[in-house]
């Protein structure tokens, strides 16, 4: 058995969706029964401002603790770039996955990793 580590970073996303922290909270309750994850806390959504030189800009921190890992979602507005961690013991269809969070965000491009975890990991799946 394997944990199964989904990392996508989603540029050029809709500037709305970066910002709502409504939506983000719905993404995490849409994700938990999209994948059949028992949540254990939260999610809690936080919004972040940084100053004009601040390197992690502004927007939305999310995560949610479920029975088999957690789920976070980090949004920079100012550069239209989500980035998404699933940590997940049960294997999901991570395709299924990336076309809902494509179908939110709506990012111009996205980059997707897929790492195999744990004591009986293989190697990474998908770069």
């Not at 994948?35 to 401002?49: Q, S």
């Not at 699933?86 to 939110?104: A, G, N, T």
């Amino acid at each position: 058995m394997a944990w199964y580590h989904l990392m996508l970073d989603l540029y050029g996303c809709s500037g709305g969706s970066l910002d709502d922290e409504g939506l983000l909270r719905d993404v995490f309750e849409n994700l938990s029964r999209l994948m059949d994850l028992r949540i254990i806390a939260g999610p809690v959504v936080v919004r972040y401002v940084g100053g004009e030189d601040s390197p992690s800009g502004e927007g939305l921190s999310g995560f949610m603790v479920v029975a088999e890992s957690h789920v976070a979602v980090h949004t920079d507005t100012r550069a239209g770039y989500a980035s998404i961690d699933i940590y997940s013991c049960k294997e999901f269809d991570q395709e299924r996955v990336e076309e809902y969070l494509v179908e939110v965000f709506k990012p111009e491009r996205v980059e997707r990793r897929l790492v195999l975890r744990g004591p009986r990991r293989k190697r990474v799946l998908l770069e």
